[in-house]
């Protein structure tokens, strides 16, 4: 049975080159088109059985929100259909029509007829609704006084008071505190197992690795891959690191690639690769899993020093490591045109989950700042996952062994 | 189009909860609160009263009292108030609520409902000192007050319609809220509301009643001025009005309302 089936879903929006344009085409007896269509999305087609959870994502404009609005029925498609089977309650915009001057339980009446509940069914839930948002007696204090961690946690819990048949759930969830964040995937997983059937919409890699039982990527209105969660992770990062890269400098590599990265050039960086244990590429890695960041360099001049360096770096840019071949007594002297080296840095990935970036570098003494031949920042980017490893907090992972015992 | 209306009585409940709160939001933070309420009519009927019928000594003609003049204006100026509220809040309704309806899926004609009841709420707390004020002066007109309940509906109807279409319309050519507001301009000018057909040349007298509305405003002079019944045959322009009004607002309704969200 299918929660969800989409096909041949289109949407188009309409452009008039004047502002006469629209006039004169509604206007005209002929109704000839004025207009020209500027499609959002295209050939978009999938299922979602009952009770599974199907990931979204793509970068900004790719087309997630025009598919979210269609299938919450607040846009109708130009081409294509959707038929969903029960009742859908999005997470989309959290406190979308709370009125600020008024109460926390004022507020609730509103925004529960606003979703289509009765005042009976709301003051039923009412006392469920206020001991899940947890904001104690400001529940009869004007929403105007509230944090904004406070409303969110008022909205989810009306939202979510009456179990909905399918429940889309976007990055306004990430706002609130780990407490209430935890609480509220408590819910939407026990709304899962009793046959919620669950849409995901984020950049939030480890979200939907570890939630959904598929994902599909959009990019450009289309759907550009399919699949499972993690194969479509990877697809994802690839995608990314290709058009995320800063611009310092430019230049075009042999594939005519446009590569970012500064330097006198004496030395060239011929390719970068994240590989694991068995020398596959990776773009997902699992937390503690044994890395290795190989660079493969060529002289283009004769130089008296070489060293190679790489830089781990969090999404916020904060260095998390960085080493290089000096400090590690492997500096190379005397080097030809021409000669080629591969350097290989392995190490065990011990940070907290999330996204990191790359940074390399190919310079002559301990740090890059006296002569520096070659430096490319996110030369790759990967994601972390917390995948076998006990859960954690923070930015690393340290090895833990516990041990309880009766005293 | 019977879809629509039965989604709207099922957020019956929503209708009647926003009117309540746009009406005591208005007065929420004021030291006097609801006194607002009746102050302001109050005032408007007091210098009626005192500018026309005490400092200017204006009379009609073929009226007694010595507030005939100032009933007279009130009578008309009042329910053409409820029909310019209505109008001028029309042009915003949709893009005022842009946001809600891209993100929240519920009928778009609740938030027409809301502003029709709000001004109707408005209209009701005026309407009901004017009749305090009636009974105070003894004009009270009597039973021919009745007659002014089909005079506000055929009102109400024609407002309405043209609601839903200036909503519409203004979701898609912005110019619609500037040519409302200069309309409602004309529309009070051109309609007898601070004269009468009468005080107009006879040469020129049938032209004022080329506007459906004109029947409607001699109404309710009728009633409250003389105590008379409005001229029922004269209000089928006004009826017609309504009903064409109608199947244009309809007609928009279906075709434009899938496509207005792309648009707001």
Redesign the interface.
């Known amino acids: 049975m299918n929660a969800i089936i989409v096909q041949g879903l289109g949407k188009a929006y309409k452009q008039y080159g004047t502002k006469w344009a629209r006039l004169r085409e509604w206007l005209s007896p002929t109704s000839r088109s004025r207009h020209h269509l500027h499609w959002v999305l295209k050939d978009i087609s999938f299922e979602v059985p009952k009770g599974q959870a199907l990931g979204i994502i793509g970068i900004n404009g790719a087309g997630k929100s025009t598919l979210l609005k269609m299938l919450t029925g607040t846009t109708q498609p130009t081409t294509g259909s959707i038929v969903i089977d029960g009742r859908v309650a999005a997470l989309l915009e959290l406190g979308m029509g709370f009125h600020s001057e008024f109460s926390g339980r004022q507020n609730v009446y509103m925004s529960g007829q606003l979703l289509g509940l009765t005042i009976d069914q709301i003051e039923q839930l009412m006392p469920e609704i206020e001991a899940f948002a947890g904001i104690g007696g400001y529940i009869d204090q004007p929403v105007r006084i509230y944090s904004s961690g406070m409303q969110v946690r008022l909205a989810f819990s009306i939202a979510t008071a009456v179990r909905p048949d399918i429940l889309i759930v976007d990055e306004a969830l990430s706002v609130g505190d780990i407490e209430f964040q935890h609480r509220s995937f408590d819910r939407i997983r026990r709304y899962q197992a009793l046959g919620t059937t669950l849409l995901f919409v984020s950049h939030d890699k480890q979200l939907i690795t570890s939630i959904c039982d598929r994902a599909i990527l959009l990019d450009g209105g289309k759907i550009a891959f399919a699949g499972d969660p993690e194969a479509v992770m990877d697809y994802y990062n690839a995608m990314l690191s290709e058009d995320t890269k800063p611009v310092i400098s430019q230049t075009l590599d042999q594939e005519g690639k446009i590569q970012t990265q500064s330097g006198s050039g004496e030395v060239q960086l011929i390719n970068t690769r994240l590989l694991d244990e068995q020398a596959l590429p990776v773009e997902v890695v699992k937390v503690g899993q044994l890395i290795t960041i190989e660079l493969l360099t060529k002289c283009t001049q004769d130089i008296d020093d070489l060293v190679a360096g790489f830089m781990i770096k969090d999404r916020l840019g904060q260095v998390i490591f960085g080493t290089n071949t000096f400090h590690h007594g492997s500096q190379l002297h005397h080097l030809k045109a021409g000669d080629s080296h591969r350097f290989s840095f392995s190490l065990p990935f011990n940070m907290g989950p999330g996204t990191y970036s790359v940074s390399v570098a190919l310079h002559a003494d301990d740090q890059h700042i006296s002569k520096n031949y070659l430096w490319q920042d996110r030369a790759f980017l990967f994601t972390l996952v917390n995948a076998g490893e006990p859960v954690f907090v923070g930015s690393h992972s340290l090895p833990t062994s516990v041990h309880v015992t009766v005293v | 189009m019977r879809n629509s209306i039965n989604r709207l009585w ?2 019956r ?2 209708i009647w ?2 009117v309540k ?1 746009e009406f005591t ?1 208005r007065y ?2 004021s030291i006097l609160g609801a006194v607002w309420i009746i102050v302001n009519p109050l005032a408007m009927i007091l210098i009626y009263t005192v500018i026309f019928a005490k400092v200017m000594q204006a009379r009609l003609p073929n009226a007694q009292g010595s507030f005939a003049y100032s009933i007279f204006l009130m009578s008309g100026i009042l329910p053409w108030g409820l029909f310019s509220d209505l109008i001028s809040r029309a042009p915003s309704l949709f893009i005022e609520h842009a ?8 009928p778009k004609l609740a938030l027409v409902a809301i502003a029709l009841l709000n001004s109707l709420v408005n209209f009701a707390v005026i309407f009901a000192l004017f009749m305090i004020f009636l009974v105070l002066c003894g004009q009270f007109p009597g039973w021919s007050i009745l007659a002014v309940i089909p005079l506000l509906l055929l009102q109400l109807w024609i407002g309405a319609a043209l609601m839903v279409i200036l909503a519409i319309l203004n979701v ?2 912005r110019d619609m809220g500037q040519l409302t507001n200069l309309s409602l301009q004309f529309g009070f000018w051109l309609t007898p509301i601070v004269y009468s057909a009468s005080m107009i040349p006879v040469a020129y007298r049938d032209y004022v009643f080329l506007n459906p509305l004109s029947a409607i405003f001699d109404g309710y002079h009728q009633i409250f001025v003389y105590g008379l019944l409005p001229n029922w045959s004269g209000l089928i322009p006004a009826g017609v009005l309504a009903a064409v009004l109608s199947l244009i607002a309809v007609h928009l309704y279906t075709q434009r309302s ?2 207005m ?2 648009e707001l």
Do not use: N, P, T, W
């Open positions: 099922a957020y409940g929503f909860q926003s709160r939001l929420h933070d946001s809600l309806l891209k993100k929240i899926q519920f898609f050519f899938a496509e969200v792309d």
